[in-house]
């Protein structure tokens, strides 16, 4: 059922072009145009490939997460970076490209922890649980075992970002 399976990060040319790609993306002119350039550009590449590709999964596996608004009760599409936990879960991040605040799919989960998932075209039903405590620290090191430094995003943020491991129910 799953296409949540992790990502091999031995391969040392990937894992190359991930280190120079990361810090790119950590440089404030990146994080001053992603947010501003980016989703419009997943939105129309999604929409066009049926949500098989996204221009983020030439570097990292991404996803679509489809969230009820917290305020609108409308859904919303946010594509996201995931890691496989290995036990068929993906874990995301609400990093929001290092901004003060949290990126509003965070609240919509908050509110509504049923949600769903696109993953290379294969939709499911999934539930969101924040990720607490002690195993903050050991998700952050998985998750930047896939994208080197990964956490500089929660430290220059100045807040605490938000964790989610979303559990799939089954394939829709």
Do not use: C
């Not at 790609?21 to 501003?36: G, K, L, N, Q």
């Not at 490209?97 to 949600?115: C, D, F, Q, R």
């Amino acid at each position: 059922m799953s296409d949540l399976v992790p990502l091999p990060t031995a391969d040392p040319i990937v894992r190359g072009v991930r280190i120079v790609v990361s810090a790119i993306t950590r440089t404030s002119a990146w994080r001053w145009a992603a947010h501003r350039v980016m989703p419009p550009i997943e939105h129309a590449l999604a929409s066009a490939t049926g949500g098989r590709m996204q221009v983020s999964s030439l570097f990292v596996p991404s996803l679509i997460l489809t969230t009820t608004g917290a305020k609108s009760g409308l859904p919303r599409d946010t594509v996201l970076m995931y890691t496989a936990d290995g036990h068929g879960r993906a874990i995301v991040a609400g990093t929001n490209w290092a901004a003060a605040t949290h990126p509003a799919w965070t609240y919509n989960l908050l509110a509504h922890p049923e949600a769903e998932i696109t993953v290379r075209g294969r939709r499911y039903a999934v539930r969101a649980s924040t990720i607490e405590g002690d195993a903050r620290d050991r998700v952050w090191r998985h998750l930047e075992s896939q994208w080197p430094e990964y956490r500089a995003y929660e430290r220059d943020s100045g807040r605490t970002v938000r964790l989610f491991r979303l559990h799939l129910l089954r394939a829709l």
